[in-house]
């Protein structure tokens, strides 16, 4: 998967690691709202995307709903 082809806010599988590509600049807004549903994750830039590495194993359906309902 190419960085450049990534989609914002779609959930990642890479093993047992779920990664999201943020939009540029709102990577901690995202972060914040994985938060207050109770998902941890750790933010890494990279441009142009922010990253998010959610927790080991997070749901990724249940994280992929969350991100739906985040208003941009």
Same mark, same amino acid.
């Given at each position: ?7 914002? &806010? ?5 093993? =047992? ?5 943020? %939009?540029? $600049? +709102?990577? @901690?807004?995202? /972060?914040?709202? &994985? ?5 941890? =994750? ?5 441009? %142009?995307? $922010? +990253?998010? @590495?959610?927790? /080991? ?16």
């Amino acid at each position: 998967m190419a960085i450049m082809s990534a989609q914002e &806010l779609k959930v990642y599988a890479l093993g =047992s690691r779920r990664i999201v590509y943020a %939009p540029a $600049g +709102r990577g @901690e807004d995202v /972060r914040l709202h &994985l938060a207050s549903h109770g998902i941890a =994750s750790e933010l890494a830039h990279l441009d %142009p995307f $922010g +990253r998010l @590495e959610l927790e /080991r194993f997070a749901d990724a359906q249940t994280v992929q709903a969350v991100l739906d309902d985040w208003e941009r």
